[in-house]
């Protein structure tokens, strides 16, 4: 029997509430104003509502949360499906099967709740694999990753994968300790036509410090694709000087210039931050980007007297023929960035630039340590912790992992276990770590 209507609209309100966070959750790990701290906030208001969907049984899940598996929002359908596998073997098994027929935002949705979920066993995922579907595979296999439960069988079987998100996916999956097949494996990945496969096979090659993949990552850095953007990142973090230069001079590139402003910031090198302050004032358009790379390396907080005055709307609306209304008005994470003040940021690193010694890689103003990355992965914006997150599993060969895009509760423990094992963290360049052929 359904509850009463009034008991359904308290579900509902639940639901509505749910998605809406689940939202704001989302947005906050890519944000440059939010910590680690402050997700954990909201991240306990979003799981008290999900707790609270799960109370209903099974008449809330077949009159609210099986239906809204449907739905045209990805947190919406998110929150229900985590809902569901919360609530027992019968709201799991609608999940996975809603997972089989759907498409689109219901398998983002479903997807990201898999990741997330922690009271479905791995190997109840695994029959999916078999899926005709490739889009269902692939999302299987992302999910299983993500939570670390993918065994190397799994991942040896579609590891030269003829789809290439399937076998990126793979990549993905590896572990930092390679045995002979994966190693050959992940080689010829790096030989892939596909911009995705050869993007995770330079990530998952770092990690297994194969030297062809740091090559590589020298090789791809002035590419305009989503692979040079990473090659730039992983460059950044552990590269040395000549390195640097050559990031540096890639800033004259326009169409280049927002993702290296980005990669430098990692750098903690003094060239790298006294090319970000020349770019504060040669191009408003990425000022933002060149103080925030600025302030990663130096420790110099954004605010007042180093940062413009925020800048008032315009008082007359835009006549409607002149409104783009094709425009995206969903905010970036840019868009939360400060705008700076160079001058005054000048004149501090005229004063400050003294205790900086070139040949030292910085972080925040400190000198790098395995130490300072690990507190930088406890206090940075979320906004950078993903690529600090990266560095660890390169620095560890891949035996700490943190998942910037897990819950805190799960963070927490990776980051923990990090620190227990600080001893074992590489501070060293990357071409130092890149010990298999």
Not at 171 to 183: A, V
Not at 221 to 247: F, H, K, M, N
Request: glycine share 8%; charged share 25%.
């Amino acid at each position: 029997m359904a509850p009463p209507r009034l008991m359904m609209d308290v579900y509902e309100e639940h639901l509505s509430e749910a998605g809406f966070l689940w939202e704001r959750w989302e947005r906050g790990l890519a944000s440059p104003a939010v910590d680690l701290t402050v997700t954990a906030a909201r991240e306990e208001r979003l799981l008290a509502h999900l707790d609270a969907l799960t109370v209903g049984g099974s008449e809330v899940a077949g009159a609210l949360l099986i239906p809204t598996l449907d739905s045209k929002a990805p947190t919406e359908v998110a929150a229900a499906a985590f809902a569901l596998l919360a609530s027992g073997e019968e709201g799991a098994r609608k999940v996975l099967e809603r997972l089989e027929a759907g498409k689109g935002p219901a398998l983002a949705g479903i997807q990201r709740a898999l990741e997330l979920d922690d009271s479905l066993a791995p190997a109840a995922l695994l029959p999916l694999l078999g899926s005709p579907r490739v889009d269902v595979q692939t999302l299987v296999l992302g999910a299983l990753v993500f939570r670390r439960a993918v065994s190397p069988t799994v991942v040896e079987k579609f590891l030269s994968h003829g789809d290439p998100r399937l076998q990126s996916a793979a990549l993905l999956g590896l572990e930092g300790r390679l045995d002979e097949t994966h190693r050959k494996g992940l080689q010829a990945a790096l030989d892939s036509p596909h911009t995705g496969v050869r993007h995770a096979a330079l990530t998952a090659g770092l990690i297994a410090g194969l030297r062809g993949a740091w090559e590589r990552c020298r090789k791809w850095a002035g590419e305009s694709s989503a692979v040079g953007a990473q090659a730039r990142v992983l460059l950044a973090l552990g590269g040395g000087e000549q390195d640097i230069t050559g990031l540096v001079k890639l800033l004259e590139n326009a169409v280049l210039r927002p993702s290296t402003l980005w990669a430098l910031g990692f750098s903690g090198h003094v060239s790298a931050a006294e090319a970000c302050l020349a770019w504060m004032d040669k191009d408003r358009g990425t000022a933002a980007l060149a103080a925030e790379a600025f302030s990663a390396i130096t420790g110099l907080r954004l605010e007042a007297p180093y940062v413009a005055p925020a800048r008032v709307a315009a008082e007359e609306p835009i006549p409607l023929e002149e409104e783009d209304l094709d425009a995206d008005l969903v905010p970036t994470p840019e868009d939360a960035l400060a705008t700076p003040a160079p001058a005054a940021v000048a004149a501090w690193w005229k004063e400050a630039r003294t205790r900086f010694d070139p040949g030292t890689r910085y972080l925040r103003g400190l000198p790098f340590s395995a130490q300072a990355l690990l507190e930088a992965l406890r206090q940075e914006p979320m906004r950078r912790r993903g690529v600090l997150a990266l560095e660890l599993a390169i620095r560890s060969r891949g035996q700490l992992r943190l998942e910037a895009r897990a819950f805190t509760r799960r963070q927490a423990s990776e980051l923990a276990r990090a620190f227990a094992s600080l001893a074992s963290l590489s501070p060293r360049r990357f071409d130092g770590l890149m010990t298999q052929g």
